[in-house]
C-alpha cells in the first residue's frame, strides 16, 4: 500500500508534535498497569465489598474473576439515544459467562440530550458536561475491578466524554457498545420545511409539534447525520467497536447479537489474556488521523473539530484545525446525508453505510491500515458487512458491496465534492472552522454589513421585527468555552435559511458552535480567540463590511487596519446564573481554546503532566 502524500505528511506533523506528550502519556499507562490499583492487589475487604452485591449464596457469579468487563453506562429513559441501554447490563452479565467470564456496572455517568436543550438554558452545561462524563468514568473505573472495559453511550459529548475518561485507564483494552439509531420517520427536509414555515408564521406550534414529533419518535439515536452519528463513525472507523456496528436499528436480532459478540470479544481481548489490545494502543497519532479523514469523507459534525482534538490530547497526541484542513483538501465528500443531503442514517447503512465508506478510503490509500484495533484482522475487518447467522444468534461477516444509491454514497472517483467540506478560516476577526459540504457554491464567499448580537434570542427578535431583511453577517459572540460554556445556537439556523432563500446574502460568524444540524447558511463557528478573552471579535461593529469566504479562507472586517488595531474590545456581559450554571464556573475559568479541545479537565491534567515531566512513577 502507498499511503496518499498528505496523509503521510499530516500523521508526520502530528506524531512529531506529540512526540513528548505521547511518550510521556505512554509511560502514565505503563505506570497504571504495574502500579496502579488492580484487582490483584485488592485486600480481601477490598474485595469482599466489590462482590457482595452478586449475594453470599451465589458466589460463583463474580468467578472467573480474571476476565471480568467493567460497564460505563449512560443510561436514562429520558434520552432516546440512550433508553435501550436499560437492559443491557442484565444481556451483557449473561454473555460474559458464555464467554467465560464476568461483567459488572463500574459506574454511571450524566447523558443530556442537546436536542431538548436546544436554545435553553440548560445548554450551556453541554459541552462541559463531557468533562463530567470522563471524570465519572475514571470514578466507576477506579476501583481496580476490570480487566476490559464496555462503554455504554452513544450521543453529542457523551462518546468524547466517554473515551476521555477511559483513555485515563487505557492500560485497559475498551470497546464502545452502540444501541443504534431509531427507525425512520419524518423526512429530514419535511421537518425543516415545517420549522421555516414556522419562523415565517405561515403555520402554528400544533403544527411544529406534530412535526417534531413525527421526527423523533421512538427509542435510538437521531436519525439525522449530527454529532451523535458522528460520533458513532469516528469511533468505528478508529478500530474501538464490532466492525459494522455503528449504525444497526437499535431493539433488533441484528442489534442484540452484535452486543453479544462485542461481549465475547471483550472477553478475549482481556488485559493479560493471549490477545490484548488495550485503548492506549489502540488510539495513536494514526487512528486519529483515520477518525478526521472519516468525519471529512462522510460530512460529519463540526462538533468533532472539538471532540477529537480533546480525544486526542487525552491520548497524549496534539491534533490541530490546521491538520483537519489539510486532510479536507485531499479527501473527497462520498456522502451526503442529511443535513447535507435528504436521506438519513438509515439509508446510508442500506446502501453500503460504514464498510463500503472504508472500502472506498482504503482503496484510494486515504486510510492507515497498520492500527491497532479490537477486531483481530485490523481495519480490513472494517470492510466487511454484518448480518445475522441462520439461527438468529450469531453475527456473520461478507465481504462489502459498492454503494446500491449514488445518491447517498459514492465511489471516490465520482465524490459529490473533491474536498471534506471542513475548512480553516484565518483573518483580522482570528480563526474558525466553517462545514462547506453543504453550501451552494454562489454562497462560498458572502460580504455584507455586520449586525452584532450576544444572545441568538436577540437574533431571532431581530428578524421577526423585520431588522434582517436584507445581506447581513450576523456576529454572535460571548457564546465561547469562557464565556458560557459554548452552547449550540441551532434556533438560528431556521431564520438565516429564511432570509437566504428570499435571496439575501447571509452568513453568521460566533465564538459558539452550530453542531452536526448546521446545513445550507455559510457559518464560521468555534472563532479563537473568543470576545470573553479579547479576541477580536469583540471588535466587531454594527455596519462593519465583513467578507466570509470559504474560497480564499479568510474572514476578515474589511476595515482600516490602523484604525482596527486600536480598536477596543466590547466589555463581556455579566455572567448568567441559574440553571445549575454557577456550578461550572470553574470549567469556564479554565479551559483549553476550541481549537485545542474545549476541555478544562485536560488543561490541568496537562500542567500536572508537564510539572512530573518524565519522572512518572
Known sequence: MSLNSVVESVTARVIE?????RRRYLALMERNREKGVSRPRLACGNLAHAIAAAGADKPDLMRPLDKNIGMITTYNDMLSAHQPYGHYPDQIKLFAREAGATAQVAGGAPAMCDGVTQGQEGMELSLF?????????????????????????????????????????????????PAGPMTSGLPNKEKLKIRQLFVEGKVGKEKLMEAENASY?????????????TNQMIVEIMGL??????????????????????IHRLAEISINGDDERSLAKCVDEKAIVNAAIGLLATGGSTNLTIHLPAIARAAGIVFDWEDFSRLSAEVPLITHVYPNGSEDVNAFNRVGGMPTVISELIDADLLHTDILTISRGGMKDYTQRASLSEDGKSVVYNPSKPSSDPNILRGIKEP??????????EGNIGRAIYKSSAIKEKHLT????????????????????????????????????????????????????????????????????????????PAAVHVVPEAQDGGPIAKIKDGDIVRVCAVTGRIEVLADPHEWEARKPAQPPLPALGTGREMFALMRSVHLSAERGASAMIELMEKDLDAVGDNIQ
Do not use: W
Open 17 to 21: 508534535r506529540s512526540k513528548v506528550s
Open 129 to 177: 458536561s463531557r468533562d463530567v462524563i470522563a471524570m465519572s468514568t475514571a470514578v466507576g473505573l477506579s476501583h481496580g475491578m476490570f480487566n476490559s472495559v464496555a462503554l455504554l453511550g452513544v450521543c453529542d459529548k457523551i462518546v468524547p466524554g466517554l473515551l476521555m475518561g477511559a483513555l485515563r485507564f487505557g492500560h485497559l483494552p475498551t470497546m464502545l457498545i
Open 217 to 229: 419518535h421512538g427509542p435510538g439515536t437521531c436519525t439525522f447525520y449530527g454529532t451523535a452519528n
Open 241 to 262: 467497536m464490532m466492525p459494522d456496528s455503528a449504525f444497526i436499528p437499535t431493539n433488533t436480532p441484528l442489534r442484540q447479537a452484535m452486543t453479544r459478540a462485542s
Open 416 to 425: 459529490f465534492s473533491s474536498d471534506g467540506g471542513i475548512k480553516l478560516l
Open 446 to 521: 458572502v460580504e455584507a454589513p455586520a449586525r452584532v448580537f450576544i444572545d441568538q434570542k436577540d437574533v431571532a427578535t431581530a428578524y421577526q421585527n423585520g431588522e434582517l431583511e436584507r445581506d447581513v453577517v450576523v456576529v454572535v459572540r460571548f457564546q465561547g468555552p469562557e464565556a458560557n460554556g459554548m452552547p449550540e445556537l441551532h434556533k438560528l439556523t431556521p431564520a438565516l435559511g429564511v432570509l437566504q432563500d428570499r435571496g439575501f446574502n447571509v452568513a453568521l460568524i460566533t465564538d459558539g458552535r452550530m453542531s452536526g444540524a448546521s446545513g445550507k447558511v
